[in-house]
């Protein structure tokens, strides 16, 4: 799973970043801070077994915080999009690749209006059009990927479309799918330019679904103008956050200033503080106790009720929650909703998928067959010859 941290220059693209995965990019206030893409892990929240089952977890691939699994995810920040991206300008075309293989999208806004599409001071620039532009781009693009061969698809199958579109991330059923709907030609196609441009938007819709990170909500009347955008845009989601505010928080916490747990909207300051970062971090504290800051819940929201994930802990020992050396709920696993234990079996390593013969729900004891779907939170043993 990939998700691709995007939008215009200078929304605090970067800055969300780096609070997402304490990964330090160069946070600078102009257009192209970021010239190579930057890949970091940030986290998705899950509520830890070791809580309801009174244990303490000793975590290998995650991070437990006072109940809280934090499970790592793959993600990337790529440079500022600029409008006309999809034809180069802006250095456009380079960083909407860059994007292709991401499964979802977390655009960042300016919610307090003061910068334009370009990157620009601007006075009350419009957030719904900034979402707008993105959309539109990557639809552009898409349907110029079309275009481009189009001396291909002329008069073929809807499969060679998916051909074209192979190094987009969409599927064979999700090319098909997006067609039906549409009620477009899928055998001999003769798509219009109109036809192609619906394709390329319903395409966009199911394989790079888009949360909205309105930022810089620390800064006046931004707060305000999100509750109006989130009435205009009902359809979209839409998480008002303060980058600047959780990379404070982060970094002081790795610094042992504050004890802060990412999303929470507590945080105390430690004895190891100074007076200046006691009054920097009481400066936040309001915000943050009424609000948070929005950067994890824009990452939890993306993961879990946009791309549809769960999250399932693994274990060789169904009585003990353990593995073979004793470690009590080691990995944290993310998989989508809907997968079975012989899928999942397979997601912990492609041997034990083939000799599955079955396996136990740690917390009932019983044991289930192949096509058994997990649930959120399922502790499970998988069995194998």
Same mark, same amino acid.
């Given at each position: 799973?990939?998700?691709?941290?995007?939008?215009?220059?200078?929304?605090?693209?970067?800055?969300?970043?780096?609070?997402?995965?304490l990964?330090d990019?160069?946070?600078?206030?102009?257009?192209?801070?970021?010239?190579?893409?930057?890949?970091?892990?940030? #986290?998705?929240?899950?509520?830890?077994?070791?809580?309801?089952?009174?244990?303490?977890?000793?975590?290998?691939?995650?991070?437990?915080?006072?109940?809280?699994?934090?499970?790592?995810?793959?993600?990337?920040?790529?440079?500022?999009?600029?409008?006309?991206?999809?034809?180069?300008?802006?250095?456009?075309n380079?960083?909407?690749?860059?994007?292709?293989?991401?499964?979802?999208?977390?655009?960042?806004?300016?919610?307090?209006?003061?910068?334009?599409?370009?990157?620009?001071?601007?006075?009350g620039?419009?957030?719904?059009?900034?979402?707008?532009?993105?959309?539109?781009?990557?639809?552009?693009?898409?349907?110029?990927?079309?275009?481009?061969?189009?001396?291909?698809?002329k008069?073929?199958?809807?499969?060679?479309?998916?051909?074209?579109?192979?190094?987009?991330?969409?599927?064979?059923?999700?090319?098909?799918?997006?067609?039906?709907?549409?009620?477009?030609?899928?055998?001999?196609?003769?798509?219009?330019?109109?036809?192609?441009?619906?394709?390329?938007?319903?395409?966009?819709?199911?394989?790079?679904?888009?949360?909205?990170?309105?930022?810089?909500?620390?800064?006046?009347?931004a707060?305000?103008?999100?509750?109006?955008?989130?009435?205009?845009?009902?359809?979209?989601?839409?998480?008002?956050?303060?980058?600047?505010?959780?990379?404070?928080?982060?970094?002081?916490?790795?610094?042992?200033?504050?004890? #802060?747990?990412?999303?929470?909207?507590?945080?105390?300051?430690?004895?190891?503080?100074?007076? &200046?970062?006691?009054?920097?971090?009481?400066?936040i504290?309001?915000?943050?106790?009424?609000?948070?800051?929005?950067?994890?819940?824009?990452?939890?929201?993306?993961?879990?009720?946009?791309?549809?994930?769960?999250?399932? #802990?693994?274990?060789?020992?169904?009585?003990?929650y353990?593995?073979?050396?004793?470690?009590?709920?080691?990995?944290?696993?993310?998989?989508?909703?809907?997968?079975?234990?012989?899928e999942?079996?397979?997601?912990?390593?492609?041997?034990?998928? &083939?000799?599955?013969?079955?396996?136990?729900?740690a917390?009932?004891?019983?044991?289930?067959? &192949?096509?058994?779907?997990? &649930?959120?939170?399922?502790?499970?043993?998988?069995?194998?010859?």
């Amino acid at each position: 799973m990939l998700i691709g941290i995007v939008g215009a220059p200078n929304k605090g693209k970067s800055t969300f970043f780096s609070a997402a995965t304490l990964v330090d990019a160069k946070i600078a206030n102009y257009p192209f801070t970021t010239i190579e893409p930057n890949r970091g892990a940030a #986290y998705a929240r899950a509520k830890c077994p070791c809580v309801e089952l009174k244990m303490k977890c000793r975590p290998r691939n995650s991070l437990c915080e006072g109940g809280t699994r934090l499970i790592p995810i793959n993600t990337l920040d790529v440079a500022g999009l600029v409008p006309g991206a999809h034809e180069g300008k802006g250095r456009g075309n380079q960083f909407l690749d860059d994007l292709r293989q991401a499964d979802a999208l977390i655009q960042v806004v300016d919610a307090s209006g003061g910068t334009d599409l370009e990157g620009n001071p601007a006075n009350g620039a419009d957030m719904a059009e900034e979402i707008e532009f993105l959309e539109k781009e990557i639809d552009w693009w898409v349907a110029g990927i079309i275009k481009r061969n189009w001396s291909k698809i002329k008069g073929k199958g809807i499969s060679e479309v998916g051909v074209a579109l192979s190094g987009f991330g969409a599927s064979d059923v999700e090319i098909r799918g997006a067609a039906e709907r549409l009620e477009l030609e899928r055998e001999k196609i003769e798509w219009s330019n109109e036809e192609v441009l619906s394709f390329a938007t319903e395409i966009r819709k199911k394989t790079k679904p888009i949360v909205v990170a309105a930022n810089k909500c620390d800064l006046p009347g931004a707060r305000e103008r999100v509750v109006g955008l989130m009435e205009e845009e009902k359809g979209k989601m839409i998480v008002p956050c303060s980058a600047a505010a959780e990379l404070a928080l982060r970094k002081a916490n790795r610094a042992g200033v504050v004890r #802060y747990v990412p999303g929470e909207r507590e945080f105390e300051i430690l004895e190891g503080a100074n007076e &200046k970062q006691k009054a920097g971090l009481e400066a936040i504290r309001g915000m943050v106790r009424e609000h948070g800051t929005g950067v994890q819940e824009a990452i939890d929201k993306t993961v879990f009720e946009v791309l549809k994930m769960i999250a399932v #802990y693994p274990v060789e020992d169904e009585h003990k929650y353990c593995d073979s050396k004793g470690v009590v709920l080691p990995d944290a696993y993310l998989v989508r909703e809907g997968t079975t234990a012989h899928e999942f079996a397979g997601k912990i390593h492609t041997d034990l998928q &083939k000799r599955f013969i079955g396996a136990v729900d740690a917390r009932t004891k019983k044991r289930v067959g &192949k096509e058994h779907v997990l &649930k959120n939170g399922d502790v499970i043993k998988v069995l194998a010859n």
